[in-house]
């Protein structure tokens, strides 16, 4: 009988366009592809089993954080070397043609990998309920913050800013970066002591504590996570700003109760992209009625253009439920229609690139502790999930951006020359 890499190899050839980029090894140890390129590991016939029922990102993905399917070299270059090798040959969009298709079928079914769909992996997010309600967005914003804050201390900087730094050189740490990126929001809203801002989806609490400490401000953090509010309370007490700070458990829809315009500033970092395309007005709306005329909005967002305007069958599935983006634009559109006057916008893509990096060689450092802690399949889910977040920031298939905003109606003391 052939092996099993080479009949998969020949099965394979009309969907990778001609020859195995890849060296292929399968579970019973034979081997097909180049010496010389990345290794990609079939360790159980369930690894196809669970493409034939989710042909594509999701299938690989689940596949490979059960580990039925492994990368043993570098995942980017691994991934780096698939993706150029599907833009050199065209493979995007292409249609089989039924004789491949026909021979696909029949190498399945010699290998015996046709039956039942695999069981989904346990780590995979199971939210349920009507798109966005205020249930299912708890629940999905359980699945991806609940693995506690003892794990993301061990890939966060010291802050535990879950969000991109602003990074001034290359030599910068992540934990300066994350530094200068929570003083960048805090100057561009313009804050002194006393001043009143509203931290919508405030995550662990960093922006909300570095604005109260290092500016003095009396700030309102909203978060719908019981184990982020949990941490920040408890941080705010350990740095002697719990008088400054009030840490609240609350869906933005009901964080701004009559009487309203009663905050100086707002500022929401990488929350937007979790409310969905429809609620989207309603956000800004929130963010809109929240300040006071001429004050100050915030907003860091991730964008994205294409075809799929989330984060991805693989990030939907294991990572943020229910994420929507959009072309950065088309953001600034919806901010305008809500009231507000966009006023900078400033793009911070390759800073991710630089932050992303930071965050896997903590997790890498301490991936002893991090697989005691959620087990290996959950490491398996986050390397993926921080390696290909960085080859999209790096491509360019994935934005981020700080746009600055202002309340019509009231003078506002905007700078005319911006020496941020």
């Not at 798109?131 to 609940?146: C, G, V």
């Amino acid at each position: 009988m052939t092996a099993v890499a080479e009949r998969l190899a020949d099965a394979l050839t009309p969907f990778v366009g001609g020859d195995l980029p890849v060296r292929l090894v399968a579970w019973d140890g034979s081997a097909a592809g180049p010496d010389d390129a990345p290794r990609v590991e079939i360790r159980s016939p369930d690894a196809l089993r669970r493409l034939l029922w989710q042909p594509g990102e999701l299938g690989a993905a689940q596949a490979y954080v059960t580990g039925e399917l492994d990368v043993p070299g570098d995942l980017d270059t691994a991934l780096t070397h698939a993706f150029t090798v599907a833009r050199e040959r065209g493979l995007g969009g292409r249609r089989l043609s039924v004789p491949a298709l026909a021979r696909a079928v029949r190498t399945a079914v010699g290998l015996r990998v046709v039956g039942p769909p695999p069981a989904a992996p346990e780590t995979q997010a199971k939210v349920r309920g009507r798109l966005h309600s205020k249930d299912r967005d708890r629940r999905a914003i359980s699945h991806h913050y609940d693995l506690t804050a003892d794990f993301y201390s061990l890939v966060l900087d010291p802050s535990m800013a879950y969000s991109c730094g602003y990074h001034t050189g290359h030599w910068v740490s992540l934990e300066e970066a994350q530094h200068a990126k929570l003083s960048l929001v805090c100057r561009k809203l313009g804050l002194e002591p006393g001043m009143r801002l509203l931290d919508v989806g405030c995550g662990w609490g960093s922006l909300s504590l570095h604005a109260a400490e290092h500016f003095g401000a009396q700030v309102v953090g909203v978060t719908i996570s019981r184990e982020q509010q949990r941490f920040a309370q408890a941080a705010a007490r350990r740095r002697g700003v719990d008088h400054l700070v009030d840490f609240r458990l609350c869906d933005y829809r009901d964080a701004v109760p009559a009487p309203r315009a009663e905050y100086d500033a707002v500022a929401s970092i990488e929350m937007g992209e979790h409310v969905g395309e429809r609620n989207y007005p309603t956000y800004a709306s929130v963010l809109h009625a929240a300040v006071r005329p001429g004050g100050r909005v915030l907003v860091q967002q991730m964008s994205r253009s294409g075809r799929w305007p989330g984060g991805g069958p693989f990030i939907e599935s294991f990572i943020a439920p229910d994420m929507h983006m959009r072309p950065v634009g088309a953001t600034v559109g919806l901010l305008e229609a809500a009231g507000l006057e966009v006023r900078d916008v400033h793009a911070l893509r390759e800073h991710y690139v630089l932050t992303v990096a930071g965050w896997l060689e903590r997790f890498e450092q301490n991936i002893e502790e991090i697989t005691a802690l959620v087990g290996e399949e959950m490491v398996r889910v986050w390397r993926l999930y921080l390696v290909g977040g960085s080859m999209a920031f790096r491509d360019g298939r994935m934005g981020v951006d700080q746009i600055l905003m202002v309340r019509p109606d009231g003078g506002h003391d905007l700078p005319l020359e911006r020496t941020w």
